[in-house]
């Protein structure tokens, strides 16, 4: 899982904090990438290293309380208010992995 804020700003980096500390308590294994770069090279890079869920915060988004879910095989994204992101978030994790496993 990789959290992607598009602007590197103080309301973007408190929103994508609060939601990785949020995915690890939940157990979920996530990254912040926070470098300076667009947000198009960030993507491609998450795409080449193979990371299969990406959030992207972008400021339309936040503004409206909502964060981007992409999985690398969809083709459409969807939006997840901000308050429950974290929770949904680990509930599709937790069922890929039962999946995984045939549990």
């Given at each position: ?73 969809e ?21 890929e ?7």
């Amino acid at each position: 899982m990789l959290i992607v804020p598009v602007k590197n700003d103080e309301e973007t980096g408190a929103v994508a904090q609060k939601l990785y500390d949020a995915l690890w308590t939940a157990g979920v294994e996530v990254l912040i990438d926070d470098r300076d770069e667009r947000a198009g090279v960030k993507f491609n890079d998450a795409d080449l290293i193979g990371i299969p869920w990406r959030i992207t915060l972008g400021p339309r988004g936040l503004k409206a309380g909502t964060v981007e879910l992409k999985a690398r095989s969809e083709t459409e994204a969807r939006e997840l208010p901000i308050a429950a992101a974290a929770e949904e978030i680990a509930k599709i994790v937790r069922a890929e992995r039962a999946g995984a496993t045939g549990d």
